[in-house]
């Protein structure tokens, strides 16, 4: 299998090409538009022919690549069934199964973070978007986040997963790449609660500052920019 995880220095995010091996299909999971050119010349010289592109949610502090990449190669651009995005060609559902040549991930809708947060679940990994991070999850007080919806996601979701799975977020800001779910319960601060209203009451008063990128990053991700149109 081919699998890069590539990483965007200025906001911190995890992009994901994955393929069966040269030559063959490849999909990506969360680009950042800037870096386009790079994905576009890893595609190249491994032979990779892209079909498609996914974002894991409406992200609010980058630029998302799905448009950029669909312009240039065709790939077909997936988000989650509520996602607000205008340009979207694909909508899953919970559960739905997204494929490419070999390769299968099965969409977990894990909202919370948004409301159109989802999760993909691929045989030993899940690629958690920012639902669950490293020692860390994605906070709740905007973009129609849920402290509530996210403690099911977590809890009721993707802390259900086996305890071996690999964890792929969508950001991490101390340099991990990966963790387990099993790693994930028994170390992360956020997932040491008893109650969900314990839950709710950290998250719900953590009174962070917005993003540096977010009135650029969420309308641009909302209308499907392309490098030439920001
Ligand atoms: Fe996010």
């Not at 091996?21 to 790079?38: N, Q």
């Not at 099965?106 to 020692?135: E, Q, W």
């Not at 950001?171 to 790449?177: F, I, Q, R, T």
Request: glycine share 4%; aromatic share 8%; charged share 25%.
């Amino acid at each position: 299998m081919i699998f890069e995880q590539l990483f965007d220095c200025n906001s911190s995010t995890y992009t994901y090409i994955i393929s069966s091996g040269k030559g063959r299909e490849a999909l990506i999971i969360d680009p950042v538009i800037e870096h386009t050119d790079k994905y576009i010349k890893v595609l190249e010289n491994l032979e990779l022919k892209l079909v498609k592109v996914i974002d894991t949610h409406i992200h609010a502090d980058h630029v998302s690549g799905l448009n950029e990449l669909n312009k240039r190669t065709n790939c077909t651009r997936i988000m989650g069934e509520n996602s607000k995005s205008e340009v979207i060609d694909l909508k899953i559902k919970d559960s739905e199964k997204i494929e490419i040549e070999n390769i299968k991930l099965k969409a977990i809708y894990t909202p919370g973070h948004t409301d159109c947060s989802y999760s993909y679940f691929m045989n030993d990994r899940v690629f958690t978007g920012d639902t669950l991070l490293i020692n860390g999850i994605g906070r709740t007080d905007f973009q129609n986040g849920n402290s509530y919806d996210a403690y099911d996601s977590l809890f009721n979701r993707l802390l259900k997963l086996p305890d071996k799975t690999l964890v792929y977020p969508a950001h991490d800001y101390n340099g991990e790449k990966n963790s387990t779910i099993e790693s994930e319960k028994n170390n992360n601060p956020r997932l040491q609660v008893s109650s969900k209203e314990e839950f709710a009451e950290i998250m719900d008063n953590l009174n962070l500052s917005n993003p540096k990128m977010m009135d650029i990053a969420v309308p641009a991700n909302l209308k499907g920019l392309t490098l030439n149109q920001l």
